[in-house]
C-alpha cells in the first residue's frame, strides 16, 4: 500500500482548522491539527509531517517560533512549511521565507491556490534530497549512491569540506549573503576539480554547509592546495571592509577538510566513508577578519 502523505495544519481557529482539514482529506491527504505552538512541535517530533501549513497568531507562541524550534532539530529540520495568515506586511513575509518556510499565503485565500501551492511545495520536497535547491549541486542522496559505486573499485579519494562559523555569518549578514557564500563555494569546488581532478570526479553537497569531492588518489594533493587557496581569497570577499579591519568578528569563516582513501581500506559502506574523512579535519583556509 502506498503512503499517504501527511500534512499538519497549525491554526487556532476552529472553523478554519475544519474547513482545511476536510479540504485535504477529500483530496487525498492524511490531515494532522493542532491549535497551539506548542503542541504543533510535539506533535511534529513524534510523527514527522511531509509539509506544515502553520498559522503565525496562536495562543502560546507564534508561528515563527513554531518554526524556529522544528529548524533546531535534524528530524523535522527539512519539513516544507507554508504560512497562512492575515499578516500581510513586507516585513512579516521576509521574516517568514529567512525562516526557511517555502511559500507565504496571506488570508482571506482562495483553497485552489493553496492546494496547488501544497501540491508544488511536496514535489519541491521530494526533489530536495537529490539537488541542494541553494547551490544546485547533486545532494547526500546521490552523493551515498556514488560512493557505493565507488567502493568496489580502488584507486579513489573522498575530501570531505566543511564551512565553519557560516551560521554566525548569517545571523550578521543575513541568510541572502550565506546563500551567496555557498554557492561561490560550490562554484570554487566544482572548477577546482575540473581543473585538478579527472573527468570521472563528482561534487556533492551532503549538509547545510557540508560538501564532497571524490576523486582520484593522485590527485588529492592538488585539489586540497588549489582548494585552499581559492577559498581563502574568496572568504574575505564577502565580510565589508570596515569588519575586515575592525576585528569585530571573532569567528570568521573556515574551511576544514578531511579525507579517506582507498588505499586505507576498511570501508563498509558511505557512513564509514564520511566518518574516516571528518575524524581528522584540518583548516585549509580562513578568513582574515581583524588580522
Known sequence: MAKRTKILIVEDDPDTAEMLSAYFEAQGYDVLSAAWGNDAIKLSQETVPDLIIQDIRLPDIDGYE??????????????????????????????????GAVDYITKPFDMQELRLRVRNALRRAGYASLVNPVTGLPGKEVAEDRLKALLENGGWA???????E??????EYGFVASDDVLRAVALILSNV?????????????VGSSDFLILTAESKVPEVQ????????????????????????????????????????????????VIHAATKERKVIASSHVGS
Open 66 to 99: 513554531v518554526v524556529k524550534e522544528l529548524r533546531k532539530t535534524e528530524r523535522t529540520s527539512k519539513v516544507p512549511i507554508i504560512f497562512l495568515t492575515e499578516k500581510k506586511a513586507r516585513n512579516d513575509r521576509i521574516t517568514g521565507l529567512q525562516l
Open 166 to 171: 557560516i551560521g554566525s555569518f548569517s545571523d
Open 225 to 272: 592546495k588549489k582548494l585552499g587557496e581559492r577559498l581563502e581569497r574568496a572568504f574575505d570577499y564577502f565580510y565589508p571592509v570596515r569588519d575586515l579591519q575592525s576585528g569585530q568578528v571573532t569567528s570568521p569563516m573556515q574551511a576544514v577538510l578531511g579525507v579517506a582513501k582507498a588505499s586505507a581500506g576498511g570501508y563498509n559502506g558511505p557512513a564509514d
Open 193 to 205: 576539480t575540473d581543473e585538478a581532478g579527472t573527468e570521472e570526479d563528482f561534487v556533492g553537497q
Open 158 to 164: 573522498a575530501l570531505y569540506i566543511s564551512i565553519t
